[in-house]
């Protein structure tokens, strides 16, 4: 359940219509393709989560194997991907809401509409978030419901016209790629259940499955989403909120409601997972020694990590209000695939650590950890010049943000 709620974000109710658009009716083979992409990655965690008996995550595995820095650069990705994330689901919210309350999505009603999302869950985080978190148990069902439930009610009333002719021309190499990079967005996120696998009863044997099940049990659902969203919408690459149309299209007006539901209960569910976990990386790397003491400071009386918190808050804002969906969700894969490469890197350091400690080991010797860096850097190349620098900035960013930290803790 870790695993398929990490991957099933908000991302899948605004990906079709760009899916499509580069894609057409082959964007549901993209799908499979990316889940290709990233089963040598996530065989890479499997073992790497069997290592160890405690919590641990892609900021252990990267101080063990390569030093404090690199280790504090994983932690940092980590938080990237977390606030980038938290971004671009905070502009689909908003899309969404536009799609009801028009003004919510023009102009100075925009920014008030993502001001008001960041501000109020800064709030939650600071106040103290333990309710808020137990009713993600709440919002997860029914996000899971509406998913589910839409791709078999679009079946039964579109029969066989679901089924793609496949007689359009195939895309461009270069429309295929953008695609590719779009629809990993929606397999990332997977790296959050690793964190806690050292606490289950036998991680060598859980990780491998749970990780395994849940990317076939997400690529299944989304194909059969991506089908439905095509043949009910025959212009779904000019929507911003496809499955609300779908819905529409395909229920009326009740359906865009129930629709709509599903994506607030999962975008909310999603916010509140990013801005509670992220704040705490931010909050530890601080009493770490490696940021600043300021973002260790808690609060007097609610004695929650407020100054971590009133950070991401005004970051996710300022990335909100200056980017589209589209371009977050690029920025926050770029930041996900550097977070890969150095957990597949970490598997030859590490390996001969714990090899004969029962640990799950890979088959093939070296081989997957080499596949799945290269499916990283072939997903670099598709990456536009617009997220990489806004990425190196972050990474430059946190790089001083070390050295301020470093540098406080040794005076």
Known sequence: MLVVNGLIGAGIFGLPSGAYALAGEYSIFIYGFCALLMLPVILCFAELGSYFRGTGGPIRYGTLAFGTFIGFQGGWLYYLARLISFSANTVLLTDS???????????????????????GLSLVNVLGSLESIRSMTLVTIIKFAVLILLPICGFVVLGGDVTPSFDSPIPSTSDLG?????????????????????????????MPLGLLFGLAVVTVLYMLIQLVS???????????????????????????????IGVVASVIANLIG??????????????DGSLPGWFGKVHSRFLTPANSVVFFGISAFLLSSFGTFTVLAAMTVLSRLFLYI????AIPKLRPQFREKGRFILKGGYAIP???????????????????????IF?????????????????
């Open 370 to 392: 080499v596949l799945g860096t290269l499916a990283c850097l072939w997903l670099m190349l598709q990456v536009s010049s617009q997220s990489i620098w806004m990425t190196a």
């Open 97 to 119: 809401i536009a799609y009801f309350f028009t003004p919510a999505g023009i102009g100075t009603g925009r920014l008030a509409t993502l001001a008001l999302v960041c501000i």
């Open 395 to 411: 990474i430059a960013v946190g790089a001083g943000l070390f050295w301020l930290g470093r540098k406080q803790n040794n005076s």
């Open 178 to 206: 953008s695609a590719a990079l779009l629809l990993i967005y929606a397999f990332v996120g997977f790296e959050g259940a690793v964190v806690p696998a050292g606490e289950a009863k036998t991680p060598e044997r859980d």
């Open 342 to 345: 150095m957990s597949c890197a």
């Open 274 to 287: 990013s801005m509670f976990s992220a704040t705490r990386v931010t909050y530890a790397l601080a009493l």
């Open 230 to 260: 095509q043949a009910a919408i025959p212009n779904l690459a000019d929507t911003k909120t496809p499955l609300l149309d779908v819905s529409a299209s395909l229920f009326g007006e009740l359906g865009a409601v129930v629709l709509m």
